[in-house]
Every structure is written in C-alpha cells, then in structure tokens.
C-alpha cells in the first residue's frame, strides 16, 4: 500500500459557532465539510497509522485531506491548475478602464499618483479624437466584441471633474451605443454636475471615498479650494441613489480613523443610505507606497495588517474589511453542494486588463497608470504599439512565478494578491488573507446555518 500522509493543502477552520468542530477546505480539490476535532487530529496524524474505518479512509483521500502524493507532486499539480486557469481566464472577458484625466480637485495625502500631475498647471484630459482611438484600439486588442467585459472603468485623477463634463458625456453616450455601461472611481464632489449621466444603463455605478464622518474625512479628503468636502459628497451620494445609481463608499483606513469607522457607518444607517439596495461599504488600508512625500507621510498613521484587522475586530467592524469574496465563496459552495472555485491569479491586470490614458498609453493596471516604467503600449496612432515584454510579464504573470505562492495552500483561492506589491516585495497581503479567510469562513458558515 502507498504511505499516506496529510496533504499540504489541508485548511481547517474552527468554528466559533460549533464548539470542538472544524470546516475542512481543501486548497486544490476545493472540497468542503465539516468534521469533529477529534477526526481532524486523526487526519493530521494519518502518517502516524492511526486507525480509521476503511469507508472514512476512502472518502478523505477522495476528497483531497489524506492523499499519497508528496508535497512536491502536490506543489507541482497546484502550479499545473494555476497554468490551466490563468489561460482560461486569458482566454475571456478583455476588461478596459480609461483614465479620463489625471488632474485632480483633491490634495489626499496618501494618493499614489505623483503630485505634480494633480498640482501642475498642465490640465490634461482625453479629447474626443483620444476616445474614438480607444475605442478602436479595443476592437483591435479583441475583434470579438462577445469577449469584451461591457461594463468599462472610469478613472483618474479624478474622472468626474466638472470641467470634464462633456467629454465624460461623449465617452459615456458613445459606449451606450456600444452595448457599454460605466463604473466610476471618484471623490464624487463635482458628481451633481453628471446627473444626467447617472442611470442603471449609463454610469451605473459609483465607487465613493469616504474617510470617516465630517470632521476625520475634512482632514483626508482635502478639496484644493474647499477645505471641507464631507457634506457635499453626501448630498450627490443621496442624488445618486435617488438616480437607482449604486454607491460604494469605501474608507481609506489607517490608525487615526480606524475608531471612527463605527461612527461612519452609524452615521450611513442614520442618513437612510445603508437602507438602500444599491449602498455598500468596506474598510481600505492605506498601504505605504514610493509616491507618497516625506511631509505627507507625517500626516498618516500607517497599520499593519495584523494591527488593522484586531482592531476592526474589537470595534465590530471586520464585516467591513474586505475578505477578497472569499466569504460568497464558500455560502455558494455550501448551499450548492459544490466545490469551491479557483483562481490563477488575483486580478484582471495579470490576464486581461487595459487602461487607456489621457496621454495615449496603454497599461494593465490602473495603480500604476502615469508610471513610464510600467507602460505597455501606446494606442495614440493608427496601429497599436507595444512593449511585448512588459505586455508578456502583465499578462503572464500568475502564482507559479512567486516561490512563495507556488507553495501555498491558499494559492488558489488568493491568487497571489496584488502583482504591484508583489514586484514592491511586500508580504502584507499575506497575513491579511489568512486571518480574513478564517473570518469569512465562520462568517459563511453563520449564514447558511441561520
């Protein structure tokens, strides 16, 4: 008989809910049950010839937990899955944002694009020549208009600027008669000057930074003129959901709101906002990064992850924070029956992503836009022109290129986090997704059994 052993892709989970059980996930079956602790010991000590009936034995290597590859096979069988599903998902939706302006009204301290594109005097933003040529630079990038993802990112800067308001009308009205629609990521403070724009198969959908109540957010979200933007952003946030638009309010957390998080979303139930089917919110780090000065970083309180979610925890917020959709995830897999499903990599910028800029440059991923060194291309004249390396090290990356992601247990559900932290050698992501996933777990596991 082959020696068996535990898989190195075995995932418990205890439940906070059921006293002495676990949820077993297993990391590339994608098997889910719920098992005794005192089982979970016999599997973890399988290798040990502890004594299990023939029929128990059976159905934990079919369902991955006890197996007889080694933990190279199982390594090596994780990165083949990981290959396969990253051309699938190569292979699928081509995903588009344009960056509509990088100019901006808002002075954050901890914004990631260089300063002198939002304090400059240069005021750029797309012509409508530009668009047109983005537009068929997206039938040139995918001829086959049934694989282009339909619903196109707005982005910035800020890309509803109110000085940009007819050329905003004429991306968003040309791609209606496309078969498009548009999400925007704005600081929504010109955001009443596009009602017109704001319908369930126009603009359908707002993400909104909100970082904390009035007087917290006054000091982050700093209008270059207006020094106290808070009341303004909730009066187009209402405009908007009156519009059946739907708003996502996220919060840019670090140590100096984090308190105030709780206050927020009372404050969000109070207005009626949260009431509402098409209002979300979640909590965001604020991660370090090279763009950000010495004198703004003086003006921020940076968390670790592990600090950043205890403390979410104790306010009662961790509901809040994102979990990556791992939580829907699993409710899915226990509802259905079916096993959870995988992912090669963590976003569309490392398969399928273009951003179009206001400068004709092409790139995967909107965190980065602006940034020469990460450009891929350029779709300003009549062929598109492409840096075939950088295109190939986007769009090829997945989580058998990182040592320490190949051999991960949860590779397959993380898919390696953001490729941007990843090239910055920062492991944040982590311990962050650890500790989510087992919140997400109990979480799921809550809900179905309420």
């Not at 930074?209 to 209402?238: E, P």
């Not at 404050?267 to 780090?285: D, N, T, V």
């Not at 991660?287 to 925890?313: F, R, V």
Request: glycine share 6%.
């Amino acid at each position: 008989m082959e020696t068996l052993r535990t898989s190195s892709y075995l995932i418990p989970v205890k439940l906070e809910s059921e006293p002495g059980k676990y949820m077993l996930i297993h990391g590339y079956t994608g098997a889910i049950d719920i098992v005794t602790e005192s089982l979970l010991k016999k599997i973890q000590a399988v290798a040990s010839g502890v004594d299990l009936p023939e029929d128990t034995l059976q159905t934990l290597i079919k369902r991955g937990y006890i197996t007889t590859r080694s933990q190279e096979e199982e390594i090596n069988y994780v990165n083949h899955i990981a290959k396969v599903l990253h051309h699938k998902e190569k292979l699928l939706y081509k995903y588009f944002t344009f960056i509509v302006s990088y100019n901006c009204n808002f002075r954050c301290p901890y914004c990631f694009e260089e300063r002198k594109k939002k304090d400059g005097k240069l005021k750029i933003a797309m012509t409508k020549e530009m668009v047109d040529k983005a537009y068929q630079a997206m039938e040139k990038i995918e001829p086959q208009q049934q694989l282009h993802c339909k619903d196109i990112a707005l982005y910035g800067g800020e890309p509803l600027l109110k000085e940009n308001r007819d050329i905003v009308e004429y991306i968003v009205r040309k791609g209606c008669e496309k078969g498009y629609k548009f999400h925007a990521l704005t600081n929504g403070y010109d955001l009443d000057a596009f009602v017109d724009l704001l319908s369930p198969e126009l603009i359908y959908k707002l993400q909104i930074t909100i970082d904390g109540t009035r007087d917290f957010h006054n000091q982050k979200r700093i209008h270059y003129r207006d020094r106290g933007t808070f009341d303004r952003i909730m009066s187009n946030i209402r405009l908007a959901l009156n519009k059946n638009v739907e708003i996502v309010v996220r919060v840019n957390t670090d140590n100096q709101n984090i308190k105030d998080f709780a206050s927020l979303k009372r404050y969000l139930e109070e207005c009626g906002f949260a009431s509402s089917p098409y209002f979300k919110m979640y909590s965001a780090m604020i991660w370090n990064n090279t763009s950000i000065s010495e004198g703004e970083q003086d003006k921020l309180d940076l968390l670790s992850s592990k600090s950043y979610l205890l403390q979410n925890k104790d306010n009662q917020t961790l509901g809040q924070c994102r979990d990556f959709g791992i939580g829907k995830k699993i409710y899915t897999a226990l509802t259905s029956g079916k096993s959870i499903p995988f992912c090669g990599c963590s976003c569309g910028a490392q398969t399928c992503g273009y951003v179009f800029d206001s400068l004709g440059d092409i790139y995967s991923c909107w965190e980065i836009v602006g940034n020469k060194d990460y450009k891929l291309g350029s779709y300003r004249n009549e062929t598109i022109e492409w840096n075939q390396e950088r295109l190939n090290r986007w769009h090829g990356y997945n989580i058998t290129q990182n040592s320490i992601c190949s051999k991960c247990k949860y590779a397959l559900f993380c898919g390696g986090g953001c490729i941007i932290h990843t090239m910055q050698g920062r492991r944040d992501h982590c311990s962050y997704f650890r500790i989510m996933f087992d919140y997400a777990v109990n979480k799921a596991y809550k809900r179905n059994t309420n």
